[in-house]
C-alpha cells in the first residue's frame, strides 16, 4: 500500500517507529506525546511530515540576523574626494595675503608626489564645503589644474569652525607674526579663552610668544595699516627697533611708518641697519660751510708764486711753476720752526 492510501491508524503506528528508530542515534531525542484534539485528514499529516521550507528571509535582514554588527565608522575620518570648484575660503581665516613664490612651490610638490595629508572642511547648508585647514594646498592644487582634492569633512558648528579654523595653522612657520597676532586676538575676543595664559594652552606654544605677537597690535595705526598690507613685513627683532624708536619721537608716528617701509625691499635688514634707518630723519643737520678762497703769495712782480689753501688744522701749500720746491721747503721749515721756538704747548696726557 502506497504512502498515500495509509490509514490513520497505520501512519501513526509508522510515525511512532521512526521516531524510536531515531533515539538510537541520540541519547537525548524524546518523543512526545501522540497530539490531541481535532483529527486531522491523511492529507494534512503528509503536509506535516514533509520538510518545511523556511520562508525567504530579505538579503539586508539576513544580515543583520547573521553577522556580527561592526563597530559604526567615524565618518569625519574619511578622506573622500571633493571638487575643488565646491569649496570656499573659511571667513575665520586669520591668513588674508598668500606668497605667490610659494603656491607656485607647493603646486610643483603637490604634482611631483601627490597630496601627503588631505584638507579639512565642513559641509554648509548651501552644499559648499568651508575650509578648516589645507588654504595653501588647495590655491595650490587649483593653480596646477586639478579638479578635484582628498578632504576630511567634519561636522562643525560656526563656533566650532571657528575655533578649529583659527588654531589650525599655529603650527605653520609661514605664518607671520601678525597674523598670529590676529588669531589670538580673536581668540580673546571670541571668548575662546579670558587672558594670555588661556591662548597659549589653547594654540598649544608659549605665553612668551602670545604676549611678543600681542605686542604689535598695540603699534600706532600707520604702521597697522602697513601691516595688514604686508603681514610679514615686521618680525620680532625689528618690532623691538620700531617701538624704541617710537618712545623716542611719539610725535613722529608718519615719518617712522615712513621709513619703516624700506623693510619691504629688504626684509632680512639686520636691527643696527632698521635702527640707522628709522632714525636718520631726527638726525641733526651739519651745515656745510664753503671752504674760503685759497691766498694768493706774489713774487716781487706781483706774479703768483705760492697759493695757500688754510683749514681749522692744516696749512695747504701749492708752489707755482718757475719756483724752486727745495728751496721754499727749506725756507718754509725755517719759518715753522722759528715760530715754533715762541709756542708752549701743553704736553699730551699718556695713558
Not at 28 to 53: F, I
Amino acid at each position: 500500500m502506497s504512502k498515500a492510501h495509509q490509514s490513520e491508524s497505520a501512519f501513526n503506528a509508522t510515525l511512532k517507529d521512526r521516531l524510536l528508530s531515531a533515539t538510537t542515534s541520540s541519547q537525548t531525542m524524546h518523543m512526545t506525546s501522540p497530539p490531541t484534539g481535532a483529527s486531522k485528514s491523511l492529507e494534512d499529516l503528509l503536509r506535516d511530515d514533509a520538510p518545511e521550507t523556511p520562508a525567504a528571509v530579505p538579503a539586508p535582514a539576513l544580515a543583520a540576523l547573521t553577522s556580527v554588527p561592526a563597530p559604526v565608522a567615524d565618518e569625519s575620518n574619511l578622506v573622500r574626494k571633493i571638487a575643488l570648484q565646491d569649496i570656499v575660503d573659511s571667513p575665520y581665516q586669520p591668513r588674508k595675503r598668500y606668497d605667490e613664490t610659494r603656491i607656485q612651490l607647493l603646486g610643483e610638490t603637490l604634482k611631483a608626489r601627490g597630496q601627503d595629508e588631505a584638507i579639512v572642511v565642513r559641509r554648509l547648508p548651501s552644499g559648499k564645503y568651508e575650509l578648516i585647514s589645507g588654504h595653501r594646498r588647495t590655491r595650490a592644487a587649483r593653480l596646477i589644474g586639478w579638479s578635484d582634492i582628498d578632504a576630511r569633512v567634519r561636522p562643525l558648528s560656526d563656533r566650532e569652525a571657528e575655533l578649529a579654523t583659527l588654531t589650525s595653522n599655529e603650527s605653520n612657520e609661514e605664518l607671520s607674526t601678525y597674523e598670529r597676532a590676529k588669531a589670538y586676538q580673536e581668540a580673546l575676543d571670541r571668548g575662546f579663552a579670558t587672558d594670555q595664559k588661556g591662548v597659549a594652552s589653547l594654540f598649544g606654544c608659549s605665553q612668551g610668544r602670545v604676549s611678543q605677537c600681542l605686542s604689535l597690535l598695540q603699534f600706532p595705526t600707520p604702521i597697522i595699516d602697513l601691516l595688514e598690507k604686508y603681514p610679514g613685513l615686521l618680525k620680532t627683532r625689528h618690532a623691538r627697533v620700531v617701538k624704541e624708536v617710537l618712545a623716542r619721537h611719539p610725535l613722529a608716528v608718519d615719518t617712522i611708518a615712513a621709513s619703516v617701509e624700506v623693510l619691504i625691499d629688504k626684509p632680512e635688514m639686520d636691527v643696527d641697519e632698521l635702527r640707522t634707518a628709522l632714525s636718520k630723519p631726527f638726525e641733526k643737520k651739519r651745515v656745510r660751510t664753503k671752504p674760503p678762497e685759497p691766498r694768493m703769495i706774489t713774487d716781487k712782480n706781483g706774479v703768483s708764486a705760492f697759493k695757500v689753501q688754510i683749514t681749522e688744522h692744516e696749512i695747504v701749500i701749492k708752489v707755482e711753476n718757475g719756483v724752486d720746491v727745495e728751496l721754499a721747503s727749506k725756507r718754509a721749515m725755517a719759518a715753522l720752526r722759528e715760530f715754533a721756538g715762541t709756542l708752549e704747548i701743553a704736553k699730551k696726557k699718556t695713558v
